[in-house]
Structures are given as structure tokens and as C-alpha cells.
């Protein structure tokens, strides 16, 4: 189980890399691009890293609001839902926070 999660996560990180990379040679060539709603979806499916390492290599997606946020926002759940799952504590905290 824990070699299947490691691997859609290697997975869907090298798309999003790609993903990126196609993005910024069509915006480069004046083509369709891909839209900031598919981009921001491979993130959300756990293609964070990718995102991230593709901003910052290829330089793309750098300073555009609100995607900037968006990004950000995506991260910050993600980590929250992590914290959540690898800390018990966290998780019976985050319920009482939830219902006070």
C-alpha cells in the first residue's frame, strides 16, 4: 500500500512538472494553453511538488494572482490533512475546534 501511494506521488508530480512545462512553451509560442484550473487540479490530487518545482526551475506561474493564492491555499490543506492523518491528537483537536 505504502509503495502504491509512493508512486502515484511520484507520478502525479512528474505530470504536473510536464503539465507546467507544456503550459509555458505554448504561452511562449502564442498556443491554447493549458487552463489555471487544470493546473491547479494536479496540485490538488497531490501534484503539489510539482507545481512548485515547475514555478520555480521553469520560472512560470510565478507572480499571476490568484493562482498564486490558489496554490498556497491548496498547500496549506493539504498539509493540514496530512497533520490530520499522521497525528491522532491533531485530529481529535481539529474536531473540537470544528464544533465549538
Not at 509503495?3 to 508530480?13: D, S
Not at 510536464?18 to 493546473?39: C, H, M, P, W
Not at 491548496?74 to 465549538?100: G, K, N, S, Y
Amino acid at each position: 500500500m505504502l509503495l502504491h501511494f509512493a508512486l502515484y506521488i511520484l507520478f502525479i508530480n512528474a505530470a504536473t512538472y510536464v503539465a507546467y512545462a507544456v503550459d509555458k512553451r505554448r504561452a511562449q509560442a502564442g498556443e491554447y494553453r493549458i487552463s489555471e484550473g487544470t493546473l491547479l487540479g494536479f496540485a490538488l490530487v497531490g501534484g503539489t511538488f510539482g507545481a512548485f518545482a515547475a514555478r520555480w526551475i521553469l520560472r512560470h506561474k510565478t507572480r499571476k494572482e490568484p493562482f498564486r493564492t490558489q496554490l498556497l491555499l491548496i498547500t496549506l490543506l493539504q498539509i493540514i490533512l496530512c497533520l490530520i492523518l499522521i497525528f491522532p491528537a491533531t485530529r481529535a483537536e481539529l474536531v473540537r475546534f470544528l464544533l465549538h
